[in-house]
């Protein structure tokens, strides 16, 4: 018995407002890679549904950069370390793990032989460290600012040189190796946040959040020229083409604009939107790709031919996703997250759309499909009905407190029970949600709902330690039965054979027998248990297999039958938060590392 990965679905940039995005590309061309939570994504660039995470930091990570052999990259995080890693292997085996400074790792990059990084970013007092790669040797001081740096490049060809800007509007140069002081430039009125050499090193571009755009020479680190202020607002990244004639801008005015070198002029402006979430703040020109990060995290694709709109957008999450539905009849996910995002994703070539209009104001508990319509219940209060056709928010149910859950009829295709933090609302009217509900006040807190397979008793659990069935005649419950349970309820879900009712609380699993009214199974029974809150608990379509996950980021597969199991440690890093069946043999899983993953399970 085993759970192997089948597929992922990855998340998008780590993105913060005013803050600018590094995106780091391989010297092949093939891949991009950018920081997630605490992971590294490496995409394909022409197929992006290819993917490889490496998830070995413990904190935030704001950078990662290939090594121009490409052998390795070098990734740094919120602790202030930089850890450089294989890509060759699946393993991504660790070669060298330096502390170079206490703080954040804003930038990094190497020396053309690929033997040494400058690593750059917050500290007290320090704000860069220079190394060999294979040792942490010092190779130089970066130093000269009086406060935290947001970027550093280096020229490959030798004499090797480097350049650093950050918050105290420098822009610092050195020469090497070893790295020393040459000299510094103010130009910039407001931070710099990029800085990056011409392929061949005869120039590097800087740009800042004062609008500007500055040449200089890349031997002597001298000015060479200022380009006209054509952005209308701060600039977050710069990126060369290959030949070097030519270079891209990405900025908070939500466009990005292709300049060329010998005549300074901007030949070209893309719009990416015109929301506040459309501001562009990172951006990369790799081979014929050119790549930009909005806001929200979404990568653009460039279209050079049109200026009005990306030849492609990538969407997902850079949050947690805390729900998971799979639309069996279409072969789409649908995921909900942390920050009230919906994306939907293809299972076959994972590509990936958003929904439109104004939605959830808060994180989403749970959703559910019916009849072509996705259900979601959120901690703003509300439970939406939304056409999947569209993907355009439509009605929705306002209740007095947090949603906790959501469930809805098959049979009964207008059925929604929704628990919030003071009762229970059962919805009988399809999308014209207002119309027909019926609210019932609890005396405990309901966490979580379920509706048996004949849609006549819904299960509720409660922070009362107990699960409440109640029966369900139209719009009205009555309460005919409760399972004391050992702590407050977090799960819970009926089989789709009504014979059995799975719930679960911190870091146990019961299983009830519903003729026999009592307990049948408990997840001491099977030898094991979750080491914290069980977050989600589903039926395998045979009703005989369960899937649970947990804060303890762990997917376990329990055979009701013959007491098996399958234990899947680190499936979602810092915790996995729904699981849902896509066959008998196929599961789901979403968590807190914002990355949606597929599993092939072998019983």
Aim: charged fraction near 20%; proline fraction near 2%.
């Amino acid at each position: 018995m085993s759970l192997n990965l089948k597929n992922i679905y990855s998340s998008l940039p780590n993105t913060e407002r005013g803050q600018p995005v590094k995106l780091g590309g391989d010297p092949k061309g093939k891949n991009f890679v950018y920081a997630s939570g605490s992971s590294i994504i490496i995409r394909d660039i022409e197929n992006p549904f290819i993917t490889d995470v490496y998830n070995e930091h413990a904190k935030k990570t704001f950078v990662a950069k290939y090594s121009p052999s490409g052998f390795y990259i070098a990734s740094g995080d919120a602790s202030g370390k930089v850890r450089i890693w294989d890509t060759q292997t699946k393993e991504h085996i660790l070669k060298f793990e330096l502390q170079c400074f206490a703080g954040e790792i804003r930038d990094i990059c190497w020396t053309g032989d690929s033997k040494r990084i400058i690593a750059v970013g917050s500290g007290k007092g320090t704000f860069a460290k220079a190394f060999m790669w294979d040792s942490g040797s010092n190779v130089g001081t970066i130093d000269k600012h009086e406060k935290d740096i947001l970027a550093v490049d280096c020229r490959l060809e030798r004499p090797y040189r480097a350049a650093t800007g950050g918050l105290d509007f420098s822009v610092n140069f050195y020469t090497g190796v070893p790295y020393k002081f040459e000299k510094k430039h103010k130009i910039h009125t407001r931070f710099v946040n990029d800085i990056r050499f011409s392929p061949d090193g005869s120039l590097f571009a800087t740009v800042g959040s004062d609008k500007g755009i500055h040449l200089f020479e890349g031997e002597s680190g001298n000015l060479k020229s200022s380009f006209p202020v054509e952005h209308a607002g701060g600039v977050y990244g710069v990126s060369w083409s290959a030949d070097g004639k030519n270079f891209m801008t990405c900025s908070g005015d939500k466009t990005v604009k292709i300049w060329d070198v010998e005549t300074q002029k901007s030949i070209s402006t893309h719009t990416m939107g015109n929301d506040t979430e459309d501001q562009q703040v990172g951006c990369l020109w790799q081979g014929n790709h050119l790549l930009s990060v909005s806001l929200n995290g979404k990568i653009n694709y460039v279209d050079r031919n049109n200026n009005d709109k990306p030849l492609r957008v990538i969407h997902g999450h850079n949050k947690a996703i805390t729900s998971v539905v799979y639309d069996n009849n279409e072969k789409n996910f649908y995921t909900g997250s942390f920050d009230a995002v919906l994306t939907k994703w293809n299972e076959t070539d994972g590509s990936n759309d958003c929904f439109v209009g104004s939605g959830h104001t808060n994180q989403i508990q749970s959703m559910f499909i019916q009849n072509g319509n996705l259900v979601t219940g959120s901690m703003d209060g509300t439970v939406r009905v939304t056409p999947l056709a569209t993907r355009e928010y439509s009605a929705q149910f306002k209740c007095e407190k947090d949603v906790t859950g959501v469930v809805v009829g098959t049979k009964n295709n207008s059925l929604i029970v929704a628990t919030s933090l003071d009762g229970i609302s059962v919805i009988q009217s399809g999308i014209e949600v207002s119309k027909q509900v019926t609210k019932t006040t609890t005396s405990y807190e309901p966490t979580c709902v379920s509706l048996s397979a004949d849609e006549k008793h819904i299960a509720v659990g409660g922070k009362d330690k107990n699960v409440h069935i109640y029966s369900i005649e139209g719009n009205a419950i009555k309460e005919v039965k409760t399972f004391p349970h050992e702590q407050a309820l977090t799960c819970l879900q009926y089989s789709p054979d009504g014979k059995h009712l799975a719930s679960c609380a911190k870091g146990e699993i019961f299983v009830w027998d519903l003729e026999k009214g009592e307990k049948c199974l408990y997840s001491n029974g099977w030898g094991s248990y979750h080491q914290a809150e069980v977050r989600a608990v589903r039926w395998a379509p045979d009703s005989s297999h369960l899937a649970t996950c947990s804060n303890d980021e762990s997917i376990r597969i329990w055979d009701i039958n013959s007491r098996n199991k399958i234990v899947l440690t680190g499936a979602h890093k810092a915790g996995t938060y729904d699981v849902v069946w896509i066959s008998e043999n196929v599961i789901a899983s979403v968590g807190a590392d914002s990355n949606l993953k597929t599993w092939d399970v072998k019983f």
